[in-house]
């Protein structure tokens, strides 16, 4: 079976971010399962040969940009991006003053009537700065609009965030008064 990271990263989200159940894993409230299961249960699944090994998902954590992905205590977790039914539980934690959003234009009127929702995910994925905002409108829009959201402001107002990763920001939502169209 291939071993390429790229490949392996995705398989490892695949599992632990949008169907655990699959790979017979079972995650905890914190989104973690046991690292040896998981290291079973893709190997079972994707018959890697050699078999994949604790270094190999090391590696894989290691050389992505993204900090997709955590190993502790015995433990693994996708960070954020999951699309399981169930909220995994987080901490709040006070964000930066501004965080960034990248999106296609043609979802522009949608987001100021209605501010940024998580659609498929759990959350809202915000960015801390306005390259990867970038990189992620990108994906979907040559010319992606950048949102600014004024954090401080929603957070007075009641709305939460998490911390995903150094450059990933997580919130249920994102009230179209706290989003303005960086110039």
């Known amino acids: 079976m291939k071993r390429s990271l790229t490949f392996i990263s995705k398989k490892m989200s695949y599992a632990l971010r949008h169907n655990p159940e699959k790979y017979g894993l079972k995650l905890d409230e914190y989104g973690y399962t046991d690292v040896a299961q998981f290291l079973q249960a893709l190997n079972r699944m994707h018959h890697f040969t050699p078999r994949l090994k604790l270094a190999d ?33 987080r901490r709040a934690a006070v964000p930066p003053a501004i965080l960034y959003h990248g999106t296609a234009r043609r979802f522009l ?28 409108g990108l994906r979907r829009d040559s010319q992606p609009v950048i949102l600014t959201v004024a954090t401080e402001k929603a957070q007075a107002a009641g709305v939460q965030f998490f911390v995903g990763n150094d450059q990933v920001w997580l919130c249920p939502e994102v009230p179209p008064q706290y989003l303005q169209v960086k110039a």
Not at 63 to 77: A, L, T
């Open 57 to 89: 998902l090391e590696k894989v954590i290691a050389q992505s940009d993204k900090q997709r992905f955590e190993i502790r205590n015995g433990k693994i977790c996708a960070l954020y991006g999951h699309s399981i039914p169930g909220i995994i539980k």
């Open 109 to 136: 009127a949608s987001i100021k009537r209605e501010g940024l929702l998580p659609m498929s995910r759990q959350y809202v994925h915000l960015s801390t700065d306005v390259a990867t905002a970038q990189q992620v």
